[in-house]
């Protein structure tokens, strides 16, 4: 199964560098440049299927796509929830929390909202159960950086600190293949 990711397009200044998970954030300005660009090369593409997060951000970076009108939209690809930190910088819950980074799993855990457990448990059940059952060959998915980097974690056999510290840009494709749900 060849799949398509695509990282929602950018967000406003004041959400960058945030942890947004479920806030459900527009684009910018920019953020809608971006999408229109994308979509005009998304347009030349053929899908068996497209997914797409049920957020702003990701609907709105697909909506000028003609691909929009075959997207299922699903929560099953949002962001990890961060709980009462989302939509908070690193320095604002370091001051305002007091909490002190030791190493990225601890941080994880410390910030709390959804469990990193569940988290990639959700990944990787709509990406190694749902997606092969659906027998396609290609697939379209817009979603999130985070859920990005979750399955690059699980395809490549990198820690999540490694995958976290991949750049994913805003409006960036990147083109995997998964052979069978176990690898």
Not at 29 to 57: H, I, P, Y
Not at 107 to 129: A, H, M, N, P, Q
Not at 159 to 166: D, K, M, N, V
């Amino acid at each position: 199964m060849k799949l398509t990711l695509v990282r929602h397009c950018e967000v406003d200044e004041k959400y960058k560098n945030c942890y947004n998970g479920h806030n459900d954030i527009g684009l910018s300005e920019n953020g809608e440049l971006q999408a229109k660009e994308l979509c005009q090369v998304l347009d030349t593409l053929e899908f068996d299927d497209v997914f797409c997060s049920d957020l702003s951000r990701t609907k709105e970076s697909l909506k000028h796509s003609l691909h929009v009108k075959s997207a299922i939209y699903t929560d099953k690809l949002r962001e990890k929830s961060w709980g009462v930190h989302e939509g908070m910088s690193y320095d604002e819950i370091v001051e305002r929390e007091k909490i002190e980074y030791i190493d990225f799993m601890q941080w994880i855990d410390v910030l709390g909202g959804e469990s990193y457990t569940e988290y990639i448990k959700r990944v990787k059940e709509f990406f190694y159960d749902y997606l092969p059952s659906l027998n396609n060959e290609s697939i379209l998915v817009i979603t999130h950086a985070g859920v990005i980097r979750v399955l690059l974690s699980i395809i490549h056999d990198i820690s999540l600190e490694e995958a976290f510290s991949t750049k994913v840009e805003y409006g960036s494709l990147t083109l995997k293949r998964i052979k069978n749900k176990n690898l």
